[in-house]
């Protein structure tokens, strides 16, 4: 074929452009709606997490507890009040809304899954009243993997969580194992609060926590000292693995018993930071000393963000929605084909002298047509 020696002309330019756009239309229109990874353990878990939601929002009904439609908008009645005797710090009413949404399972199930938990094994759970939504979804979460969680809980909460002494997180716990929705139980529990002995409350709501506990059958956990608290900790989660290796630790909220009196918080999601850089004493230090891999659950919106979920959404999205689940992707092996179309279009238009036999073939097209006009 002829070598190029002049410059490429306007419509070889024009047709390689509306080829390019023509394949570049085919391929935005084979967009594909695929499943993401663990789809149907997401899926089960959602359910789950959403029978569950359902569950203790009838009993609120029934019980005669009030929903604060305001506050809670969905009427999921996980979000509780900003005060009560039983609250002993500040908490975010915006994370409190966007855990309420069932779907946010699957951030627990990815962050468990970048943990290397699997069916059979073992994780350590630290929770306390101030997200229950998040609690449920991480029990949730294990049970749809096959996991086994040994939970340990601080039975006060933060603002807009469970902190109706009526309604607390061991009442929820329990309600759900009475109704067949959940199979786990707290091991222990504490007063949480300051110093994780209930400081900063009163003493009618350390009273209020203590015939939850009482009325829940769980172990009170009770220290003198932090590191006492911490130690204690980690003998029930010890002696309950059985001699298991514990994959995880998970901790959802602000405990100090589980992420110790750091000057910074510590970041939210799974945390990779050596033992030694992690708040002594802690949990998380010494599950990290251990080998457990440490997931931290106390900025949600933030996690909501990471995982592109909505923040504090109203009303709350159909179950199994999010990138997580689903998205919408192009067809990689078309997108390669097309891609080597344009690249060969591009090495003969560049290459060679198309103009030349575009010239030859209408000349041949002409002399044919006048030979027949004679």
Known sequence: MKKRVEKVSSWELIVLA???????????????????????????AAKLTADAFEAVRDFRVRAGLTIDETNDP???????????????????????????????VAVVISLLRRAGVKTGDVVAVGLNGSLPALNIEVLAA?????????????VSSGMWGANDPRLTWLDIEALLNRNGILGFKSRAASLG???????GLSPE???????????????????????????RRMEIYSREAQGRRIRAFVNVGNSVANLGEAAKPLPTGRISR????????SVVRAMAEKGAAIINLTDVPRLAWRYRFPVAPIPLPPLAKGRLFVER???????????????????????????????RLFGRATAISETMKK
Not at 142 to 154: E, K
Not at 193 to 199: E, I, P, S, V
Not at 216 to 229: P, T
Not at 275 to 281: K, S, Y
């Open 205 to 231: 709501g350390r009273a209020w926590l203590d015939s939850a506990i009482s009325r829940n059958g769980v172990m009170r956990l009770h220290a003198e000292s932090l590191g006492e608290a911490v130690a």
């Open 74 to 104: 969905n009427r999921t009645g996980l979000i509780g009040t900003q005060y009560s005797l039983t609250t002993y710090g500040r908490g975010d009413q915006s994370g409190a809304m966007t855990a309420t949404n069932p779907n946010f």
């Open 329 to 359: 992707k192009y067809p990689v092996g078309l997108a390669l084909i097309f891609t080597v179309v344009i690249v060969v279009l591009l090495f003969f238009v560049i290459e060679y002298d198309l103009d030349y036999y575009r010239r």
């Open 142 to 154: 294990c049970q749809a993997l096959g996991a086994t969680p040994v939970i340990i809980s601080a």
């Open 274 to 281: 050596r033992p030694e850089q992690l708040p002594a004493p």
């Open 18 to 44: 509306g080829v390019s756009v023509g394949l570049f239309a085919i391929l935005v229109g084979s967009k594909q709606t695929m499943k993401q990874r663990d789809y149907d353990v997401k899926y089960q």
């Open 193 to 199: 609060g300051d110093g994780d002995n209930g400081r």
